[in-house]
């Protein structure tokens, strides 16, 4: 998305928040990585932004009941990551540094995408909303499965380059360049602006 992009029209637009939360993104967290707490500024930045403007912001919180694996055939997050954001727990929790509290819709999802097995999509065709701007954290992970997810449900997913978390600097890029190259589009926070 080059900088004479034309501004998002807020009435058809969500910021999509993707799993800030405290086992990412706080030094205390099970699988925090800098870069994810990093990102905390940049997506206030766009939130308030976004806000002011009378876009939609939608936050997703990645949770997992503690038996959801016992019965798995293959998918299993813990034996992947070791357990994390655990119902109920402190690591589940969104950041207290983003303004939550002005959320306009909060998604509980239990995978990588936030369409999958969730309301999200229902929530956001009851508002008409047709672009989704996708920040948060990990890059190559939830946002880049979430916005797939996004592209083939036909919402035009821009995901905001410097507005991401990540475990190494090779995965943030990755995302990227795979989510433009492949099913959308991707933004400097600079160059998104709301009209």
């Known amino acids: 998305m080059s900088s004479g992009q034309d501004a998002f029209d807020p009435s ?17 967290g099970a699988l925090y990585a800098e870069p994810s707490e990093a990102a ?7 939130v ?6 009378g876009a939609s912001v939608v936050y997703t919180r990645d949770v997992h009941p503690p038996e959801q694996f016992e019965d798995a055939h293959y998918y299993d997050e813990f034996d992947r990551w070791g357990e994390h954001v655990v119902e109920g727990s402190w690591d589940a929790e969104l950041v207290e540094d983003l303004p939550t509290e002005d959320a306009d819709h909060v ?3 239990h995978t990588y995408d936030a369409f999958h097995n969730t ?15 996708i920040c ?3 890059a190559n992970v939830c946002v880049l499965h979430t916005a797939g997810s996004a592209g083939l449900r036909d919402y ?11 475990i190494t600097e090779d995965h943030r890029e990755y995302a990227v360049d795979h989510a433009d190259w492949l099913f959308g589009e991707t933004a400097a926070l600079a160059d998104v602006t709301f009209a």
């Open 48 to 53: 308030e932004r976004a806000g002011d403007a």
């Open 12 to 28: 058809r637009t969500a910021v999509v928040v993707v799993d800030m939360q405290n086992g990412f993104c706080h030094p205390d």
């Open 136 to 138: 948060g954290t990990l």
């Open 119 to 133: 309301e999200l999509e229902g929530w956001l065709d009851a508002r008409g909303v047709d672009d989704l701007v």
């Open 156 to 166: 035009r997913p821009v995901v905001v380059e410097d507005a991401l978390g990540y």
């Open 107 to 109: 998604v509980e999802k």
């Open 40 to 46: 905390i500024e940049p997506v206030r930045t766009l």
